[in-house]
């Protein structure tokens, strides 16, 4: 079955059995691998894309839902990796293994996209469907305040609690 | 691939000769044309030239650095290139990454496990670097007529008066110098480091937030079909019958087959290391769709032979365990003085049965490997962490030389011990075989949660005497672990010298065993993930038994090894970093509201020593939340990459709060019963407190992060949690507790 959307600014059609996951069919017709399969079920988040600007587990999403709508992926999020996520997350030297970090980036960019400097208790909020298995959480929040003003005012430059990069870290 | 000497004589002898002597992962003495042809060292304007295995040169001055270990994010993809790089006095940013495919010809120990690779490769990848830097000082010595004495070296360029080339410009020449000897080529002293000490983000951070491909999961190779692999769903249990042909029929299937290596020539032949897999059982699904493969998985229907470990269950351990507790246990590991008579004499004996469960790795990037046979050799492109004990086994199983199968290391979507074995690459071998095209196996997580190595559960019944001083004069543990005979189960074992052993006069460590069909290894930090919590938090029911500081009864403990006892660690690193974590937690000072407390736990592994303070509220309803994690390590006396080390201890400190939290793999019928992460629980970000870190930095040799910050979480924890509710956490994980208070 042919179904037609838009995938990082660019219409797109694909023949796919209609229940397939828009995820199998990014990765595996679309060879767009940045979207990652972790659980199968909407646990881990690994597979969040934006749908219409919003974040979404596309393991759990049938492609006969993406007719007609806007998604966006890690590889469409910005051009050449310069979104504000992007630039911090590489800033805070956030990954480990960083397999889940595609779906972390796609969670964090939704949440700034909605509110621009969210507390710890909204990052908490809006990115615990997130698993990072490495754990690298301590740095996923500094990253998303640090994204956060690199949003307001792109040339700023690290402020020091937000780095989580010291020796010691208060 | 051959390496040719000065004279021109083939001298694979002498290239082996050189790489024996230097020992951990030395290749100087050799130069490799990149293309295996001599001409690659013509001195054409973009020819690039190999000065070791681990460096090529191009005239544009850009180093390109071998990283020859396997990345499992342990950062050393970047950390082992820092050590070549700061050597060479090369400016990182002049400095490309590559990953190096394994070559046990060209690298020694591409392993990821154990945290290993800074003690076993500080010292090595720095004379690599060294060497490298001498060659291209001779060859501007050379070019000056002088000696290399009188030149420097700085900002990828050597100079001598105010002449200066830089390394680019004296790359081609610098490979017809012959290699200086690795063992006595002068290292920098630490103060001229420019890149050791530095916080140099991850190599491959720029592809992580692009959503490049890099890992296994997203090999794909030309004509590749997917494949899944159905096993019994008990432990062990082999494929009797199926319906293959129904499956065949499925949408996008374009075969089926039952994969049964045991029946297969050549393929009994035990594992050659340390890490053993079972031989594959089970049935492949192969088609032009993972998804539409593992659909098909719901049409099969399977008879199965479940064998034996059908009657094993969590519950039946449970059982036997307490069983065996009650007998004389059947083996002394260790026996200081009189345990048993010092029990008896003792002002004050505790008693106490401490339990904790299996556990799964649970990788995010579910198990895969893509296999493809061509030209009589296997092709595969794997997340490994053992690629040499795998190539080994694989060889040994499928009946094919070793040096006919290539791997190919991918980048890791986590490791955490899973990928020391590698039965999904056998899976995949066997499969691609079999359906004689290239395949690409994938796990779904229901696989990777039911068909691990797990980490072992463990029994300890154990006993503790305190003098009228409230000293430790007696410890005796009665381990009931997994194991027939005098063998433990893989990882379920116990170091005879495990604290407290060698700091109380009457210390005894015994075992018994139950036998176990289901498979057990290395998880993060093994034994010591789970022992950790059973001493550290009976060293603390001591305590207050003795009505002494939690944290001061450990630095008397420690105090206390009779002079010239020989013990695991030194005592005094782990005294400061113990004084260090009590002064930053503020411990005993810090005014805390009611129902928030602290607790410590301090623990030696991976020649790391980590003391942690955990501070935790418990409301009176019973909700646990943790407020923070202080955590003081002693690593010795250089931080490679004090931001990836800092990263490293956080991520294992806070894996140790999820293992305690909520983490458990039980078994029924010898099945797993957790199968993805709503019943496997990992850490989310609502449940992660901030970790704290600090360092002493003590005059000892370099060693590994990976690890050793996870064991004292879990006890640190429980500890807070008795100090705040009176009520001790004998058995993991938490969840399974009412902490209730009031």
Same mark, same amino acid.
């Given at each position: 079955?042919?179904?037609?959307?838009?995938?990082?600014?660019?219409?797109?059609?694909?023949?796919?059995?209609?229940?397939?996951?828009?995820?199998?069919?990014?990765?595996?017709?679309?060879?767009?691998?940045?979207?990652?399969?972790?659980?199968?079920?909407?646990?881990?988040?690994?597979?969040?894309?934006?749908?219409?600007?919003?974040?979404?587990?596309?393991?759990?999403?049938?492609?006969?839902?993406?007719?007609?709508?806007?998604?966006?992926?890690?590889?469409?999020?910005?051009?050449?990796?310069?979104?504000?996520?992007?630039l911090a997350w590489q800033e805070i030297d956030v990954p480990q293994c960083g397999?889940?970090q595609?779906?972390?980036?796609?969670?964090?960019?939704?949440?700034?996209?909605?509110?621009?400097?969210?507390?710890d208790?909204?990052?908490?909020?809006?990115?615990?469907?997130?698993?990072c298995?490495c754990a690298t959480y301590n740095r996923i929040r500094a990253a998303i305040h640090r994204a956060?003003d690199?949003?307001?005012?792109?040339?700023a430059t690290s402020h020091e609690t937000a780095t989580g990069a010291g020796g010691s870290e208060a | 691939?051959?390496?040719?000497?000065?004279?021109?004589?083939?001298?694979?002898?002498?290239?082996?000769?050189?790489?024996?002597?230097?020992?951990?992962?030395?290749?100087?003495?050799?130069?490799?044309?990149?293309?295996?042809?001599?001409?690659?060292?013509?001195?054409?304007?973009?020819?690039?030239?190999?000065?070791?295995?681990?460096?090529?040169?191009?005239?544009?001055?850009?180093?390109?650095?071998?990283?020859?270990?396997?990345e499992?994010g342990q950062g050393v993809k970047t950390m082992l290139p820092m050590l070549i790089a700061e050597e060479?006095?090369?400016p990182w940013s002049?400095v490309?990454?590559?990953?190096?495919?394994?070559?046990?010809?060209?690298?020694?120990?591409?392993?990821?496990?154990?945290s290993m690779a800074t003690p076993?490769h500080y010292e090595?990848m720095r004379?690599?670097?060294?060497?490298?830097?001498?060659?291209?000082?001779?060859?501007?010595?050379?070019?000056?007529?002088?000696?290399?004495?009188?030149?420097?070296?700085?900002?990828?360029?050597?100079?001598?008066?105010?002449?200066?080339?830089?390394?680019?410009?004296?790359?081609?020449?610098?490979?017809?110098?012959?290699?200086?000897?690795?063992?006595?080529?002068?290292l920098k002293d630490a103060k001229d480091f420019r890149i050791i000490g530095q916080e140099i983000p991850g190599v491959d951070n720029?592809?992580?937030?692009?959503?490049?491909?890099?890992?296994?999961?997203?090999?794909?190779?030309?004509?590749?079909?997917?494949?899944?692999?159905?096993?019994?769903?008990?432990?062990?249990?082999?494929?009797?019958?199926?319906?293959?042909?129904?499956?065949?029929?499925?949408?996008?299937?374009?075969?089926?087959?039952?994969?049964?290596?045991?029946?297969?020539?050549?393929?009994?032949?035990?594992?050659?290391?340390?890490?053993?897999?079972?031989?594959?059982?089970?049935?492949?699904?192969?088609?032009?769709?993972?998804?539409?493969?593992?659909?098909?998985?719901?049409?099969?229907?399977?008879?199965?032979?479940?064998?034996?470990?059908?009657?094993?269950?969590?519950?039946?351990?449970?059982?036997?365990?307490?069983?065996?507790?009650?007998?004389?246990?059947?083996?002394?590991?260790?026996?200081?003085?009189?345990?048993?008579?010092?029990?008896?004499?003792?002002?004050?004996?505790?008693?106490?049965?401490?339990?904790?469960?299996?556990?799964?790795?649970?990788?995010?990037?579910?198990?895969?490997?893509?296999?493809?046979?061509?030209?009589?050799?296997?092709?595969?492109?794997?997340?490994?962490?053992? *690629?040499? #004990? &795998?190539?080994?086994?694989?060889?040994?199983? +499928? /009946? @094919? $030389?070793?040096?006919?199968?290539?791997?190919?290391?991918?980048?890791?979507?986590?490791?955490?011990?899973?990928?020391?074995?590698?039965?999904?690459?056998?899976?995949?071998?066997?499969?691609?075989?079999?359906?004689?095209?290239?395949?690409?196996?994938?796990?779904?997580?229901?696989?990777?949660?039911?068909?691990?190595?797990?980490?072992?559960?463990?029994?300890?019944?154990?006993?503790?005497?305190?003098?009228?001083?409230?000293?430790?004069?007696?410890?005796?543990?009665?381990?009931?672990?997994?194991?027939?005979?005098?063998?433990?189960?893989?990882?379920?074992?116990?170091?005879?010298?495990?604290?407290?052993?060698?700091?109380? *006069?009457? #210390? &005894?460590?015994?075992?018994?065993?139950?036998? +176990? /069909? @289901? $498979?057990?290894?290395?998880?993060r930090a093994?034994?010591?993930?789970?022992?950790?919590?059973?001493?550290?938090?009976?060293?603390?029911?001591?305590?207050?038994?003795?009505?002494?500081?939690?944290l001061?009864?450990?630095?008397?403990?420690?105090?206390?090894?009779?002079?010239?006892?020989?013990?695991?660690f030194d005592?005094g690193r782990m005294k400061a970093v113990l004084e260090l974590v009590r002064d930053k937690s503020e411990w005993?000072k810090a005014?805390?509201?009611?129902?928030?407390?602290q607790?410590v736990a301090f623990h030696f592994s991976h020649r790391g020593y980590f003391a942690e303070v955990v501070q935790?509220?418990?409301?009176?309803?019973?909700?646990?939340?943790v407020d923070r994690i202080w955590v003081a390590g002693d690593v010795g006396r250089q931080l490679v990459n004090p931001s990836n080390a800092l990263n490293q201890v956080q991520g294992a400190a806070l894996d140790g709060l999820?293992?305690?939290?909520?983490?458990?793999?039980?078994?029924?019928?010898?099945?797993?019963?957790?199968?993805?992460?709503?019943?496997?629980?990992?850490?989310?970000i609502?449940?992660a407190p901030p970790v704290e870190v600090h360092w002493v930095m003590s005059d000892n040799q370099p060693t590994g992060l990976g690890e050793p910050a996870l064991p004292p979480v879990?006890?640190a924890?429980?500890?807070?949690?008795?100090?705040?509710?009176?009520?001790?956490?004998?058995?993991?994980?938490?969840?399974?507790?009412?902490?209730?208070?009031?």
């Amino acid at each position: 079955m042919a179904i037609a959307f838009t995938l990082n600014g660019k219409s797109t059609t694909v023949d796919a059995p209609p229940e397939m996951p828009l995820l199998w069919v990014l990765r595996d017709e679309l060879d767009l691998k940045g979207t990652k399969f972790g659980c199968g079920r909407s646990f881990c988040g690994a597979c969040t894309v934006h749908v219409d600007g919003e974040p979404e587990r596309s393991c759990r999403m049938p492609v006969s839902r993406a007719e007609g709508k806007e998604i966006t992926t890690i590889e469409g999020l910005s051009e050449d990796g310069a979104h504000p996520v992007q630039l911090a997350w590489q800033e805070i030297d956030v990954p480990q293994c960083g397999y889940c970090q595609a779906g972390q980036i796609m969670s964090a960019s939704a949440l700034l996209a909605n509110n621009p400097a969210p507390t710890d208790g909204d990052i908490d909020e809006a990115m615990s469907g997130n698993i990072c298995r490495c754990a690298t959480y301590n740095r996923i929040r500094a990253a998303i305040h640090r994204a956060a003003d690199i949003a307001q005012a792109p040339s700023a430059t690290s402020h020091e609690t937000a780095t989580g990069a010291g020796g010691s870290e208060a | 691939m051959n390496a040719v000497d000065k004279t021109g004589n083939l001298s694979r002898r002498g290239f082996l000769h050189v790489t024996a002597l230097a020992g951990g992962g030395m290749l100087l003495g050799a130069r490799f044309p990149l293309d295996g042809a001599r001409g690659a060292f013509a001195a054409t304007a973009d020819a690039a030239t190999a000065l070791n295995a681990f460096i090529r040169l191009t005239p544009d001055g850009i180093a390109t650095i071998m990283a020859q270990n396997p990345e499992i994010g342990q950062g050393v993809k970047t950390m082992l290139p820092m050590l070549i790089a700061e050597e060479l006095d090369i400016p990182w940013s002049q400095v490309r990454v590559e990953q190096a495919d394994f070559d046990s010809t060209k690298y020694r120990g591409q392993m990821a496990g154990g945290s290993m690779a800074t003690p076993m490769h500080y010292e090595s990848m720095r004379r690599v670097g060294a060497a490298a830097r001498a060659m291209l000082v001779e060859a501007a010595a050379k070019e000056w007529k002088t000696r290399p004495e009188k030149c420097t070296t700085e900002a990828g360029a050597v100079h001598f008066k105010n002449k200066s080339l830089s390394y680019g410009e004296l790359a081609s020449a610098a490979a017809d110098i012959e290699p200086p000897n690795p063992r006595t080529v002068p290292l920098k002293d630490a103060k001229d480091f420019r890149i050791i000490g530095q916080e140099i983000p991850g190599v491959d951070n720029p592809q992580i937030v692009t959503g490049k491909p890099l890992f296994g999961i997203d090999v794909t190779v030309p004509g590749m079909k997917y494949a899944v692999f159905e096993k019994c769903r008990v432990h062990g249990g082999r494929v009797k019958s199926a319906n293959l042909d129904a499956v065949k029929a499925s949408p996008g299937v374009v075969d089926a087959f039952v994969v049964d290596s045991t029946a297969q020539a050549g393929s009994a032949a035990p594992s050659p290391s340390m890490f053993q897999v079972g031989l594959p059982n089970g049935i492949a699904i192969v088609g032009d769709s993972w998804w539409l493969v593992n659909e098909a998985r719901s049409k099969l229907e399977v008879t199965w032979d479940e064998g034996s470990t059908a009657s094993q269950s969590t519950e039946s351990f449970d059982r036997q365990a307490e069983e065996l507790s009650k007998q004389a246990p059947e083996q002394d590991l260790r026996n200081d003085g009189d345990a048993a008579g010092a029990l008896a004499s003792a002002a004050k004996t505790l008693e106490a049965a401490y339990q904790y469960p299996f556990l799964a790795h649970a990788p995010l990037e579910p198990q895969n490997t893509t296999a493809h046979f061509h030209d009589g050799g296997l092709e595969m492109w794997a997340p490994i962490q053992t *690629p040499q #004990f &795998a190539r080994g086994d694989l060889a040994k199983a +499928l /009946g @094919i $030389p070793e040096d006919q199968i290539t791997i190919h290391l991918t980048r890791m979507g986590g490791g955490f011990g899973r990928r020391l074995y590698w039965d999904y690459m056998l899976e995949a071998a066997l499969i691609a075989r079999q359906a004689g095209v290239p395949v690409k196996l994938v796990w779904n997580r229901e696989d990777d949660t039911r068909f691990d190595y797990f980490r072992p559960g463990g029994y300890h019944y154990l006993q503790g005497g305190l003098d009228e001083a409230g000293n430790l004069t007696a410890w005796r543990d009665h381990f009931v672990s997994f194991g027939e005979g005098r063998r433990f189960a893989p990882s379920a074992e116990m170091m005879p010298n495990e604290f407290p052993q060698g700091f109380v *006069p009457n #210390f &005894a460590l015994q075992a018994s065993k139950m036998p +176990l /069909g @289901i $498979p057990t290894g290395a998880l993060r930090a093994p034994t010591s993930n789970a022992i950790s919590f059973v001493v550290q938090s009976f060293i603390d029911e001591l305590a207050v038994e003795a009505g002494k500081d939690p944290l001061q009864f450990r630095l008397d403990l420690l105090d206390s090894a009779p002079a010239g006892t020989r013990t695991a660690f030194d005592p005094g690193r782990m005294k400061a970093v113990l004084e260090l974590v009590r002064d930053k937690s503020e411990w005993g000072k810090a005014d805390l509201p009611e129902g928030t407390g602290q607790g410590v736990a301090f623990h030696f592994s991976h020649r790391g020593y980590f003391a942690e303070v955990v501070q935790a509220t418990v409301s009176k309803e019973g909700e646990l939340g943790v407020d923070r994690i202080w955590v003081a390590g002693d690593v010795g006396r250089q931080l490679v990459n004090p931001s990836n080390a800092l990263n490293q201890v956080q991520g294992a400190a806070l894996d140790g709060l999820g293992q305690a939290l909520d983490q458990e793999i039980t078994f029924d019928g010898g099945r797993t019963n957790e199968s993805n992460f709503h019943n496997f629980k990992l850490l989310r970000i609502d449940q992660a407190p901030p970790v704290e870190v600090h360092w002493v930095m003590s005059d000892n040799q370099p060693t590994g992060l990976g690890e050793p910050a996870l064991p004292p979480v879990p006890p640190a924890l429980c500890n807070a949690i008795f100090a705040v509710t009176g009520k001790r956490i004998r058995s993991l994980p938490i969840s399974k507790h009412d902490l209730i208070w009031a």
